[in-house]
């Protein structure tokens, strides 16, 4: 095996709960997924990344891991897991798991223990988290500080047999290890063996800037800066990279928010032992404003700035190109949908916007990965009642935004343009009932729009979204010598409609011109520029290069350099 594999891969990534149920109990799981390998290999992908598959009480859609050598029951048994990727690695995909080390379930036996003073085992698991002592004001009990945690409540919760609080980033289900106890990072590797052993090809780390905390506990709110990226997080990590991740060669995806450019070649240089790759959020509000009264970070919803997409794409390559690897992606679990945030999810503009947000980003070099459904064009959803959404920080937040003044429907329209259920909601396969996902009702509400967007009607259709993305990521995979290891360039980066840019490879050139907007534009090159260049794809028609380009709403095109 070429030891660089993975700078080209075409990763896939499936949300277990919803892809496809194969036991009809209205859940997705491991029987289904295997039934959709050809499905995933067809689409040009050559590597899935599944949702965390470990036992859980499912407090955050399995992120709160129960026991982690156990497969969840709702998604099948240990036996559905080895059948899946012994089925996969026989037709040339390899598999990756979701890695969660940052916290567990509080329904973990650790954390049962931990809380329990009367537990024989209490001194041991109570320092695998981290606790802190109430203050007081005017005779009562407070939190030991006002950190805000990311699904918007407080970081801290009360245990009254210990007389302490506990830490939690997260949910408060969700209790934060605590990294700088040694046995606990040893119970890390071993969870990490174990399903190296049962054939796992790698992971996608977490939360991983979240591992070192600020343990003096000044206060401050949010105070977000005492338990993200604290330098000591890296040292977590490479002890990982060099005692496991590179002598296993294991193909690892870490999760952090941002990072500097030293801090980005500390995570995936190179000469660095720690991941291969990182999943930043660069690009991925670039639709937010100032924080107002109601609605605060990415919940404060402003005009897409395409320019800041493209800079964050450009950055990235920038600080990494010859240093580390980039990798490139739309959107995830924790997204609203891409069409209906950076396209348009219009009668009118779907399909053509769906097939703009492909052509724009699977040109540009890198490791790319595509989340179910993207390659349909699924949408956000329209639940109108409060009831039907499933995500953890949904409720916290929708409190919230009542709390400080939003009426509901302001709420829920805040809650259908960016909560994480969007994405969540189960994969449209066809037009029968439930999209064809299970034969009974799901555990969440399938997308109204599935007798129009699912796989079936795509798939007969040659111009579709779906078409369009396996033509498209079939060629990155050909063609990686030049995509995947070419170089950036983006032209007119300061416009706030265009996305053009150049992919520049050994043997040829890549030239993507397209329009972000709902109106037409033109989009003029300098004459030297275009020497060379032949039409070579489109989601409208054939166009000839030239200096003035009319692009119509969400035309995308594809011009090429052969040397
Ligand atoms: C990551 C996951 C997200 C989860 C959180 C806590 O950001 O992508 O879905 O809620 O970590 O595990
Ligand atoms: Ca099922």
């Not at 005492?226 to 496991?244: C, Q, R, T, W």
């Not at 459904?373 to 953890?392: C, H, K, S």
Request: glycine share 6%.
């Amino acid at each position: 095996m070429n030891k660089n594999w993975w700078k080209s891969a075409i990763i896939y990534q499936v949300t277990l709960s919803s892809f496809l149920d194969g036991n009809n109990d209205g859940i997705g799981d491991f029987i289904g997924l295997e039934k959709k390998i050809e499905y995933i290999k067809d689409l040009g992908a050559n590597v899935i990344w599944v949702s965390p598959h470990y036992s859980s009480p499912m407090d955050d859609n399995g992120y709160d891991v129960s026991d982690f050598y156990q497969v969840n029951k709702r998604y099948g048994t240990l036996e559905d897991f080895k059948s899946f990727v012994k089925a996969s690695h026989k037709i040339g995909i390899k598999v990756i798991t979701d890695l969660v080390l940052n916290h567990t379930s509080d329904e973990h036996l650790w954390f049962q223990k931990a809380s329990n003073p009367l537990d024989i085992d209490y001194q041991k698991y109570h320092d695998y988290y981290i606790w802190q002592k109430p203050k007081y004001k005017d005779g009562l009990r407070v939190r030991p500080t006002r950190w805000l945690s990311w699904f918007g409540g407080p970081t801290w919760d009360y245990v009254e047999a210990c007389d302490e609080y506990y830490l939690h980033i997260f949910s408060k289900k969700m209790p934060d290890l605590n990294w700088r106890n040694k046995e606990v990072r040893e119970e890390m590797k071993k969870v990490v063996n174990f399903w190296v052993d049962l054939g796992v090809d790698g992971f996608r780390v977490d939360a991983a800037n979240h591992l070192e905390k600020n343990w003096d506990f000044p206060d401050g709110y949010p105070g977000y800066e005492n338990f993200s990226s604290l330098p000591k997080h890296h040292d977590y990590i490479k002890e990982f990279g060099e005692e496991i991740f590179e002598p296993r060669e294991l193909l690892t995806i870490g999760e952090s928010g941002g990072a500097s450019k030293e801090e980005a070649l500390k995570y995936v240089g190179f000469d660095s032992k720690e991941f291969n790759l990182l999943i930043h959020f660069g690009h991925v509000w670039a639709d937010t404003g100032p924080d107002n009264k109601i609605f605060n970070g990415k919940w404060a919803k402003s005009n897409l700035r395409v320019q800041d997409i493209k800079k964050s794409f450009q950055h990235w390559y920038d600080m990494l190109v010859g240093k580390g690897w980039n990798l490139i992606y739309w959107h995830n679990h924790d997204h609203p949908r891409i069409v209906s945030h950076y396209g348009n999810d219009s009668l009118e503009f779907r399909e053509i916007s769906a097939k703009m947000l492909a052509i724009s980003l699977y040109f540009m070099p890198g490791t790319s990965i595509t989340y179910q459904g993207e390659e349909i064009g699924m949408t956000n959803l329209l639940y109108e009642d409060i009831n039907d959404f499933r995500d953890v920080e949904v409720f916290t937040e929708y409190k919230n935004f009542l709390e400080r003044g939003a009426t509901v429907e302001m709420a829920l329209q805040a809650l259908r343009d960016r909560s994480r259920d969007n994405a969540r909601s189960p994969m449209q396969w066809n037009a029968s009932a439930y999209a064809g996902f299970s034969k009974i009702e799901p555990f969440m509400k399938v997308n109204f729009n599935y007798l129009d967007i699912n796989v079936l009607k795509e798939s007969q259709n040659v111009s579709s979204v779906l078409n369009t993305y396996k033509f498209i990521l079939n060629l990155r995979k050909e063609d990686a010598k030049n995509i995947s290891y070419g170089a950036l360039e983006f032209l007119d980066i300061e416009n706030e409609e265009n996305f053009v840019y150049r992919t520049i490879g050994p043997d040829k050139e890549y030239l993507i011109l397209s329009n972000f907007t709902d109106k037409t534009i033109e989009v003029k090159l300098p004459v030297v520029a275009l020497s060379g260049y032949e039409y070579f794809y489109s989601n409208s028609s054939f166009k000839k290069l030239s200096t003035t380009n009319v692009l119509k709403p969400y035309e995308a095109y594809v011009y090429i350099k052969k040397y």
